[in-house]
């Protein structure tokens, strides 16, 4: 039927769980993570999080006898099997985050061909790599309200990572650094500045020994995505589809020396170390796309007390892309719109920004996205992207309306697609 009216599909594949959207993970998961707890992510306050698995049990046969990598590999081989018939006319798929509410999202592509709208020219596997779909620890829950984040908190203490640590200390000769993670780091909801490990000047992380740890456990990291991304690509790979994956934008503490936010998430970044540079080289090597949100965010608008920088971040991660060649897949952070937030996405989508940055979807349509307060200005940004002129019905009404003023990416030479999933 979908097919039939020339509409498309974007599934999600998940490999984690929601609390968002009350999407647990199979029971039969949970039931084995009840009988091994040791399967999850673990903090040193003993708090267990318990929406994904312990990136450390990927190649264990924790799972009924399987690894979790054979799993994911049998699941996507399945998937690839029972909807080969419809890849690259009805379906588009996406193993990222899903949403099964009314904030649906709608895609926006770049696209270069002579049909641009041609909606089955883009095909798109999203692999879910962490949390939410991310490339990163756990490391910070949830923020409640306007409640200002801490730095997180290292998830290094379930056994499996505790016995990956300990054998990497041993393999370089230093036993001591292996019993567990930095014991001057702050708890997840404390100033990043209230213990020792991050501190600007004379910080552990500065160390021998921080340099020991914070190397390791960005590896980890490093070696679950590449673990996954090679998984999919492989399995796709005579399919009409790209792979992607997406990576947090943590701006949170940006401006200081340690970035604390992104060191505990497990991205090795600080005013001495590019972490992104990794990261990117490992999407180019599996040919895989990179999902980034936060493209509605300006610095101006964040806490100043959060020392935060979105801009500069979104910068250091698209110029890594750049370098190892990698196309950028951009989306928006916010639900309810942020002040500026379309002329910023706008930025990223023209002039010197349009190299890399190759797609973006925005997210979400609920009920904030058609309120008068946001419609308007998204028709007049929509408009903008391919269209210099408006047609009349679309120009502001006589009462007053606001209007909005943006550059036209069509002077970047490209066109754009735009769907609704």
């Known amino acids: 039927m979908i097919r039939d009216a020339g509409l498309k599909i974007r599934v999600s594949l998940n490999f984690h769980a929601s609390k968002q959207a009350k999407i647990p993970l199979p029971d039969w998961v949970s039931k084995i993570g009840e009988a091994q707890p040791d399967i999850f992510f673990n903090d040193r306050s003993g708090r267990r999080f318990k929406e994904c698995l312990s990136l450390a049990v990927d190649e264990l046969p924790v799972l009924d006898g399987k690894t979790p990598v054979q799993v994911y590999k049998e ?24 949403t099964f509410n009314s904030e649906q999202p709608i895609f926006i592509y770049w696209n270069t061909g002579s049909n641009p709208w041609l909606l089955c020219d883009f095909q798109d596997v999203s692999v879910s790599l962490g949390p939410d779909g991310e490339l990163r620890y756990p490391s910070r829950p949830s923020a409640k309200g306007n409640k200002l984040m801490g730095a997180g908190e290292f998830q290094c203490y379930d056994k499996h990572m505790l016995s990956h640590l300990k054998q990497h200390a041993q393999a370089t000769g230093n036993h001591y650094w292996g019993l567990a993670g930095p014991h001057d780091a702050p708890n997840f909801d404390q100033s990043p500045f209230s213990n020792n490990f991050f501190r600007e000047r004379g910080g552990s992380w500065e160390t021998p020994y921080g340099n020991f740890f914070l190397t390791w456990y960005s590896n980890q990291l490093i070696s679950h995505g590449n673990r996954l991304l090679s998984l999919a690509s ?12 997406k990576v947090p934008v943590l701006h949170s503490w940006y401006k200081t020396r340690s970035h604390p936010a992104e060191l505990t998430a497990g991205f090795y970044n600080s ?88 797609s973006f979807t925005y997210q979400r349509m609920g009920a904030y996205f058609f309120s008068p307060e946001h419609f308007p200005s998204f028709t007049v940004f929509v408009r903008n992207l391919n269209q210099p002129e408006l047609q009349s019905d679309d120009l502001p009404t006589s009462d007053g309306e606001d209007s909005l003023s943006l550059p036209k990416a069509s002077e970047s030479g490209k066109k754009l697609q735009a769907q609704l999933s």
Do not use: R
Not at 234 to 245: E, I, L, N, Y
């Open 75 to 98: 699941f996507l081989q399945s998937f690839k099997f029972s909807f080969s018939g419809l890849m690259g006319s009805t379906i588009v798929v996406s193993t990222k985050q899903p």
């Open 234 to 245: 492989t399995t796709f790979s005579d399919s009409p589809v790209t792979v992607s994956a």
């Open 271 to 358: 005013a001495n170390k590019d972490g992104y540079d990794a990261i990117a080289e490992m999407f180019a090597k599996n040919s895989c796309s990179m999902i980034v949100p936060g493209m509605d965010l300006s610095d101006a608008n964040q806490p100043k007390e959060s020392l935060s920088s979105p801009e500069s971040l979104l910068s250091q991660i698209k110029k890594a892309c750049l370098k190892h060649g990698v196309l950028v897949s951009g989306e928006n952070s916010s639900v309810s719109g942020v002040p500026g937030g379309l002329e910023q996405i706008m930025k990223h989508l023209s002039g010197e920004n349009a190299v890399v940055v190759d």
